[in-house]
């Protein structure tokens, strides 16, 4: 029997942009070692379009993305998360979710993309600059050897991500 991929639940609070960014990233590039879902505190319901754009464009799936709630995450049928990794951004004083479930927990705080007004053009390029970070900390989180990984010292490596400008 093989081992159970090591999960990792993206937060924000509306889960329509970077922690779906999150979610489709750490999917595509884990094959299978890691396993990513994404949630908000108080989901707005749907993903964000430039989110959804953003993401075909970058030539990401789009299967099963969905803005949803944690409580998906807390119940005796959810899934076990292994690390849970808020990503709102405390810097533009934004409220961070604390996620009520199990697992360690870190912080990769980006700015929201879908805060950004304007035409197509700036929006599409600031859901790009946000990809491409989402992109660096995933590369980052992969070269770990999480699976024989302490669980402190794997928390160490989570907030040091999260400290990177990119």
Request: some cysteine; glycine content about 8%.
């Amino acid at each position: 029997m093989s081992p159970q991929p090591f999960t990792l639940l993206f937060l924000c609070t509306a889960n329509s942009a970077r922690s779906i960014l999150a979610e489709a990233v750490l999917n595509a590039a884990a094959a299978g070692r890691m396993r990513a879902f994404s949630a908000g505190s108080q989901p707005r319901g749907e993903v964000n379009p430039d989110a959804l754009r953003c993401l075909e464009r970058a030539g990401y799936a789009l299967d099963g993305l969905a803005s949803k709630s944690w409580d998906s995450f807390t119940g005796p049928d959810a899934p076990t998360i292994d690390a849970a990794i808020t990503l709102c951004d405390s810097a533009a004083a934004e409220s961070c979710p604390l996620f009520p479930g199990g697992g360690l927990r870190a912080h990769w705080g980006l700015p929201d993309p879908a805060a950004v007004a304007g035409d197509d053009a700036r929006r599409q390029a600031a859901f790009a600059d946000t990809l491409q970070r989402v992109r660096a900390r995933v590369d980052r989180l992969l070269a770990l050897p999480v699976e024989t990984m302490t669980a402190e010292s794997l928390k160490r490596e989570l907030v040091m991500i999260g400290r990177h400008t990119d």
